[in-house]
Structure formats: structure tokens, C-alpha cells
């Protein structure tokens, strides 16, 4: 089992920045790919970002790239999603999930889930 808390979210202007964290408890963390997703009223759950066990393979959602960035630090078993430029339409609840090992973007893939951190981007 892994066990995901999410972090650092909250109300933002247009333009702004973020940095949401997500701390990870039980099995080995640096086997496990994270990804952060987000879901905004009546959408569904969308992958954002995400990394694999190694950090040697990231996956950016073309509405993120250039403005947020995925980084993992596993001697403190969190991953972190810096989120700069924010947007009116980046305002979502952003959820932390966790595979085995490699990159994947469908929510099936993945195993474990945290609570979600709510971002609101306000214009």
C-alpha cells in the first residue's frame, strides 16, 4: 500500500504561481511513477503530469507545457508540481496517484490515490 497526502493548493491570481507537494508513506516510493491529475466541475479527471520511478521519463499535458514542472525528491518521498503562469481554466481539485514503475496518463492505470488539493485561479 501506498498511502498519498497532497499539498500546497489554494487561491491564486491569473498569472501566479503554485507548488504543490505530495508526500508518500508505505512501500518503496522510488518504485512508483507518480502522476498529478486534476478535474474540474462536470470534466473529467485529466492527467496534468507525470514521472516515472527513475525521473528519467516525463509526461506534460500540451496545456501545461513550458508553465508547470514535475520533480520528485525520493530521500523525502514527495513529489512536487511547480505551477507557474496560472490560468483561470487550471483551476481544478488536483489529485496525486501512483503507479509501479513506468509513465502512464489513464486513471486506470493507476493505483493508488490521494485526497486532492483544490487550486483555484481566480482572473
Known amino acids: 500500500q501506498v498511502q498519498l497526502v497532497e499539498s500546497g493548493g489554494g487561491l491564486v491570481q491569473a498569472g501566479g504561481s503554485l507548488r504543490l507537494s505530495c508526500a508518500a508513506s508505505g512501500r518503496t516510493f522510488s518504485s512508483y511513477a507518480l502522476g498529478w491529475f486534476r478535474q474540474a466541475p462536470g470534466k473529467e479527471r485529466e492527467c496534468v503530469v507525470a514521472i516515472s520511478w527513475s525521473g528519467g521519463t516525463t509526461y506534460y499535458a500540451d496545456s501545461v507545457k513550458g508553465r508547470f514542472a514535475i520533480s520528485r525528491d525520493n530521500a523525502k518521498n514527495t513529489v512536487y508540481l511547480q505551477m507557474n503562469s496560472l490560468k483561470p481554466e487550471d483551476t481544478a481539485l488536483y489529485y496525486c496517484?501512483?503507479?509501479?514503475?513506468?509513465?502512464?496518463?489513464?486513471?486506470?492505470?493507476?493505483?493508488?490515490w490521494g485526497q486532492g488539493t483544490q487550486v483555484t485561479v481566480s482572473s
Open positions: 496517484a501512483a503507479r509501479f514503475r513506468t509513465v502512464a496518463t489513464a486513471t486506470r492505470a493507476y493505483d493508488y
